[in-house]
């Protein structure tokens, strides 16, 4: 419409595209291009404008008069960046100068008030801060006209939001004038300072400048401000001071000035909860560094908060909480906390109906309990144990975390465990084990392992395949605590039995070998797990040491890792035999390694009538065995000599699996049909070992290994390729001629009770084919 309006008063439309046609235009006309709706006229036109603009106050005037603001103020949130830029270099040059107060005043207003609507934008934002709006907006704050003060200030408000304005704002000089506007008596224009300020704060070079104009003075004047009701201020003011204590060079500045007393002695008038809430933030922020919290510490400013978590608001109580929490790092507040008996008042605030109030409560608990047994102790006395397990089940993490935590620092203490453990702690600990947030896994696998150092608890450890799966984990603190945990768990059989079931050792093997994953705990935890299971051991390592003694229910499987259970319960197969050993003269395996079912299984399986596949496993009695040990007590322990013993020992273990063998007819010695026969005979894979009459190589080291342990004699068992096995005992060399003993290899097969010196010809063949 506005075109043809133009198009009949002025020129004819197929003109208009002509670029010298602008330049005799009055005015007027171009102020009525202005709406054009064709681009290129709109670029053209603002322009012109701006070149006539640009001659002088007159011309600025006049524009003015012909309503050219208003549609250049709306061409700068045009789609086209021409038409935009345009219109913004026209704006501003019609606003940097005038001749006339209400001239300068109405552009003014105007610009501003556009320039505040669009600055909310992003895009726009951008615009002004590309186009070096900043320093006319700035100047702008000194206005004498507050509705332009207010304009100006929207607009850094604004433009404060994004990173590139923020940072270039202080050198602009706009900390004075906003100084200033606190003073204002409009309201409006003392909040909309206030949150400038909070935000532009938060850069370094912008807090010094604050600092150097008294900033922390003029904010304490609002803070103490009691004439008029002024908490909205109060909060955001304190917001600013809180940003000027995260900075340690502004902190001790306003530290030398009294400024912190000053802070204290306000928390400490009565006030309005959202202002009490925002000092103590101001508080909790302070204390983050450890210096800061030694100045606070001599201020007493434990006894403000302590004092505080009596207040009835829940904002105040959060906050207070969080404050006591931080405080704890630093120790000689940890002991003020307990005497000034805040504890109890914390463990109450558990009950709290706010998660809010809860969740600071609990975190607070774990910080004064870390590394502090007497506070531990006051939580407990306070009965907090009990509210923190009932906290393990709450839906927020970080309260999970920190009941966790927290349980785990009481449980250093015996009487504090026995007591959580019998208010069901095992029970608690399963479903925060299985939380995908890292920080309640992290822990709750510390309590774990904090809880399960007495044998009765881990009877009770529920979760244990949960807790093994953990051991696939990649974080490394959950990695680190669930190693730490199936370490502890690891002090007895049947849970490290159980835990083998689930993999833990393979895992922890895969764990042990990965550079990136292994931890301080994983080759712990492997090393206990094995020494309660030595089966395994010898199967995953092919090694077992001379303090590695076998007991009744030891088995070689080969590198197979399967109960002697499952062994047997497989039908006989051509791979090698599970060789088991049984000196026991009952007929019940009583067994260090091998209670392969849990307590209440066992109950299950005796109520039900067993049908015979469910039939419970039971060793084979192994009488030759027994025979052999009577043997070896009788003839071998009263030898004086240990030498001799060893010797002996050796023909022993060699004439009861089939004697000396020469090496050229060791093909000849059929031990493999031996074995296959026996299998058939008892129509089972394992075979006691003392049934075997002839063995080679892993029979007899097996054997020797057995006897030396019933005996007391030491010696290793090591594993080789292809069936072979060997012994190492150490002993110093027959003719006395060193002081260290040497590591030999026991001959059992060529040469029986032969002693062949490790790392010799001899013994290098021994070891392989
Ligand atoms: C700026 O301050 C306001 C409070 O006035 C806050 O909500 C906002 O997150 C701050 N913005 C930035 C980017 O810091
Ligand atoms: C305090 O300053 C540090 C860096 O000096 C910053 O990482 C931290 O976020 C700041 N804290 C607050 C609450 O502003
Ligand atoms: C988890 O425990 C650690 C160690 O005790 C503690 O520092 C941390 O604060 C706890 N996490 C939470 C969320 O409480
Ligand atoms: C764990 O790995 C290290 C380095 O590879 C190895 O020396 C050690 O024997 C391993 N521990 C166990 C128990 O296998």
């Known amino acids: 419409?506005?075109?043809?309006?133009?198009?009949?008063?002025?020129?004819?439309?197929?003109?208009?595209?002509?670029?010298?046609?602008?330049?005799?235009?009055?005015?007027?006309?171009?102020?009525?291009l202005l709406s054009s709706p064709e681009e290129d006229i709109l670029i053209k036109a603002c322009e012109t404008v701006h070149a006539f603009a640009e001659r002088g106050d007159e011309n600025k005037v006049s524009l003015l008069g012909l309503g050219a603001l208003e549609p250049l103020c709306q061409l700068i949130t045009h789609n086209n960046r021409l038409v935009k830029r345009n219109a913004f270099m026209a704006l501003g040059i019609m606003s940097t100068h005038g001749v006339s107060e209400t001239y300068v005043t109405f552009v003014q207003e105007f610009g501003t008030l556009c320039l505040a609507s669009l600055s909310v934008d992003f895009v726009c934002k951008t615009q002004i801060f590309d186009n070096n709006g900043l320093p006319p907006v700035i100047q702008l704050l000194s206005s004498p006209d507050p509705d332009?003060?207010?304009?100006?200030?929207?607009?850094?408000?604004n433009l404060v939001q994004d990173n590139p304005s923020r940072l270039a704002i202080h050198e602009l000089g706009v900390i004075p004038p906003l100084l200033e506007l606190l003073k204002s008596d409009f309201p409006v224009i003392q909040h909309l300072a206030l949150k400038t300020l909070q935000n532009v704060t938060t850069v370094k070079d912008t807090r010094n400048t604050f600092r150097e104009e008294q900033g922390f003075d003029r904010l304490m004047g609002i803070?103490?401000?009691?004439?008029?009701?002024?908490?909205?201020?109060?909060?955001?003011?304190?917001?600013?001071?809180?940003?000027?204590?995260?900075?340690?060079?502004?902190?001790?500045?306003?530290?030398?000035?009294?400024?912190?007393?000053q802070l204290m002695e306000f928390l400490l008038t009565p006030s309005k909860p959202e202002i009490q809430a925002n000092t103590v933030k101001c508080i909790a922020r302070v204390a983050q560094s450890p210096e800061n919290r030694k100045l606070l510490h001599e201020q007493n400013v434990e006894n403000i908060l302590v004092e505080l978590l009596s207040v009835a608001d829940d904002g105040v109580k959060t906050v207070t909480c969080e404050a006591v929490a931080t405080m704890s790092s630093h120790?000689?507040?940890?002991?003020?906390?307990?005497?000034?008996?805040?504890?109890?008042s914390v463990v109450r605030l558990l009950r709290s109906e706010s998660l809010m109030v809860r969740e600071a409560a609990t975190k607070a608990l774990s910080d004064l309990t870390h590394n502090n047994w007497l506070n531990a102790f006051a939580v407990y006395e306070a009965g907090g144990h009990e509210h923190l397990l009932q906290q393990l089940s709450e839906c927020c993490p970080s309260t999970v975390a920190s009941a966790?935590?927290?349980?785990?620092?009481?449980a250093e203490q015996d009487e504090i465990r026995c007591s959580i453990l019998s208010h069901g702690a095992m029970h608690a600990l399963v479903e925060p084990l299985k939380s995908t947030n890292t920080q309640v896994v992290v822990n709750?696998?510390?309590?774990?392992?904090?809880?399960?150092?007495?044998?009765?608890?881990?009877?009770?450890?529920?979760?244990?395949?949960?807790?093994?799966?953990?051991?696939?984990?990649?974080?490394?603190?959950?990695?680190?605590?669930?190693?730490?945990?199936?370490?502890?768990?690891?002090?007895?059989?049947?849970?490290?039995?159980?835990?083998?079931?689930?993999?833990?050792?393979?895992?922890?093997?895969?764990?042990?070998?990965?550079?990136?994953?292994?931890?301080?705990?994983?080759?712990?935890?492997?090393?206990?797990?094995?020494?309660?299971?030595?089966?395994?051991?010898?199967?995953?390592?092919?090694?077992?040491?001379?303090?590695?003694?076998?007991?009744?229910?030891?088995?070689?499987?080969?590198?197979?890792?399967?109960?002697?259970?499952?062994?047997?319960?497989?039908?006989?197969?051509?791979?090698?035999?599970?060789?088991?050993i049984n000196t026991a003269t009952e007929y019940e395996p009583q067994t260090q390694n091998f209670k392969l079912k849990k307590e209440e299984d066992k109950q299950k399986d005796e109520d039900q009538p067993h049908s015979p596949t469910e039939k419970r496993w039971k060793m084979m009695n192994d009488v030759s065995l027994q025979v052999l040990v009577k043997e070896a007590k009788e003839s071998i322990l009263p030898l004086n000599d240990e030498r001799e013993q060893y010797v002996?020992?050796?023909?022993?273990?060699?004439?009861?699996?089939?004697?000396?063998?020469?090496?050229?007819?060791?093909?000849?010695?059929?031990?493999?049909?031996?074995?296959?026969?026996?299998k058939f005979q008892l129509q089972s894979n394992?075979?006691?070992?003392?049934?075997?009459?002839?063995?080679?190589?892993?029979?007899?080291?097996?054997?020797?290994?057995?006897?030396?342990?019933?005996?007391?004699?030491?010696?290793?068992?090591?594993?080789?390729?292809?069936?072979?096995?060997?012994?190492?005992?150490?002993?110093?060399?027959?003719?006395?001629?060193?002081?260290?003993?040497?590591?030999?290899?026991?001959?059992?097969?060529?040469?029986?009770?032969?002693?062949?010196?490790?790392?010799?010809?001899?013994?290098?063949?021994?070891?392989?084919?």
């Open 1 to 32: 419409m506005v075109k043809k309006g133009k198009k009949e008063s002025e020129t004819p439309s197929k003109e208009t595209f002509e670029p010298l046609s602008f330049e005799g235009k009055t005015p007027a006309t171009v102020v009525l």
């Open 148 to 157: 332009v003060k207010k304009n100006s200030l929207e607009i850094i408000f």
């Open 223 to 261: 803070v103490n401000n009691k004439v008029f009701d002024l908490h909205d201020l109060h909060a955001e003011a304190l917001q600013v001071v809180a940003n000027c204590l995260n900075d340690s060079e502004c902190l001790e500045f306003i530290y030398k000035g009294g400024g912190l007393t």
């Open 331 to 344: 120790l000689p507040s940890k002991d003020i906390f307990r005497d000034l008996k805040s504890i109890p």
């Open 404 to 410: 966790a935590a927290t349980l785990a620092n009481m």
């Open 444 to 580: 709750t696998t510390l309590c774990l392992a904090a809880l399960a150092c007495d044998t009765a608890s881990r009877a009770e450890v529920g979760g244990l395949r949960t807790l093994v799966d953990l051991l696939h984990s990649n974080h490394k603190d959950v990695l680190h605590n669930a190693c730490l945990a199936v370490n502890i768990c690891a002090s007895d059989e049947p849970t490290t039995v159980e835990m083998c079931k689930f993999g833990a050792l393979e895992m922890l093997k895969e764990i042990n070998q990965s550079v990136n994953r292994r931890n301080r705990f994983s080759e712990l935890a492997m090393t206990s797990l094995l020494k309660s299971n030595l089966p395994v051991k010898y199967s995953l390592t092919g090694c077992l040491s001379s303090t590695d003694l076998i007991m009744d229910g030891f088995y070689d499987a080969g590198k197979r890792v399967l109960s002697l259970e499952e062994l047997s319960g497989q039908s006989v197969d051509e791979r090698r035999a599970i060789i088991v």
């Open 648 to 678: 002996a020992l050796a023909r022993l273990v060699s004439k009861a699996m089939g004697g000396g063998v020469e090496l050229e007819k060791l093909h000849e010695f059929q031990w493999n049909l031996h074995l296959s026969e026996l």
């Open 686 to 769: 394992v075979v006691p070992i003392g049934m075997i009459s002839r063995g080679i190589f892993c029979h007899r080291a097996l054997l020797f290994k057995c006897l030396a342990d019933c005996i007391g004699l030491s010696c290793t068992l090591v594993r080789g390729e292809y069936n072979r096995a060997w012994n190492e005992v150490l002993l110093f060399s027959p003719a006395g001629s060193s002081a260290q003993p040497s590591c030999y290899i026991v001959d059992l097969m060529h040469s029986p009770g032969s002693m062949l010196r490790v790392n010799t010809p001899a013994a290098v063949q021994y070891q392989t084919i």
